[in-house]
């Protein structure tokens, strides 16, 4: 089955600067990549996603590029704010072949934007 | 409008007691996920429902984990004999068809 892995697990940023989440699958025929936010105590957040076809991805301050030669994604955050500090999940999923598209998640990276 | 809601938010139980947790998805999504998150394993998938077709239960860790929905809209995932290891947060998804999940809040199970 996928395996994603995630790097790093703990990320600190000074306000203002950026911030990179790397992610890795085992997968080749995966095929759609979320990213998640998840806040304290609440659901994981849809904040961009990127398909197979695309290469990268920007939306205001996010971004998400895609190599899948490498079969590595990466998000990047630009001029962080303090609002910014979350736990981030990448995810991959594919066609299971019951028509299921279940997401594999990497364990998570806690980032902290100090003000 | 609303998004996916889940019931209860919280819920404490003892150990070997059967508990039941509620999903309501977002009106006119077809799919619908169960998740699970806990501190060792992560985000994991327990079962997808799409529409009438048979559900996806590979994810369900043992047979005391069952899932169903009801008219194509409310899941109800059942834990019966809950295990210590059970404790988690249960999370569900829906979408509109394939790919983008939209979560709910998710609930915060204990088993004592």
């Known amino acids: 089955g996928e395996n994603v892995e995630q790097h790093p697990s703990t990320l600190s940023v000074q306000e203002g600067d950026s911030a990179v989440i790397k992610c890795t699958y085992s997968?080749?025929?995966?095929?759609?990549f979320p990213w998640y936010k998840q806040e304290l105590g609440k659901g994981p957040q849809l904040i961009i996603d990127i398909r197979s076809n695309v290469g990268e991805k920007k939306d205001q301050r996010i971004a998400v590029t895609l190599n899948k030669t490498a079969k590595h994604f990466s998000l990047h955050i630009t001029e962080t704010q303090p609002e910014d500090s979350a736990v981030y999940f990448c995810?991959?999923?594919?066609?299971?072949?019951?028509?299921?598209?279940?997401?594999?998640f990497g364990k998570g990276t806690k980032l902290s934007v100090i003000p | 409008g609303a998004g996916v809601s889940q019931s209860p938010s919280n819920k404490v139980t003892e150990k070997g007691k059967d508990v039941e947790l509620r999903c309501d998805p977002i009106s006119g999504h077809t799919a619908l996920y169960w998740y699970r998150q806990s501190l060792g394993q992560g985000l994991e998938f327990l079962i997808y429902?799409?529409?009438?077709?048979?559900?996806?239960k590979s994810g369900l860790p043992s047979d005391r984990f069952s899932a169903e929905r009801t008219g194509g809209s409310v899941s109800t995932l059942t834990i019966q004999r809950t295990q210590q290891e059970d404790s988690a947060v249960y999370l569900c998804a829906s979408s509109v068809g394939v790919e983008t999940q939209y979560f709910g809040p998710g609930t915060r199970l204990l088993v004592l």
């Open positions: 995810a991959a999923s594919r066609d299971s072949g019951a028509g299921s598209y279940q997401l594999t």
């Open positions: 429902f799409q529409g009438n077709s048979a559900p996806d």
């Open positions: 997968d080749s025929a995966s095929n759609y």
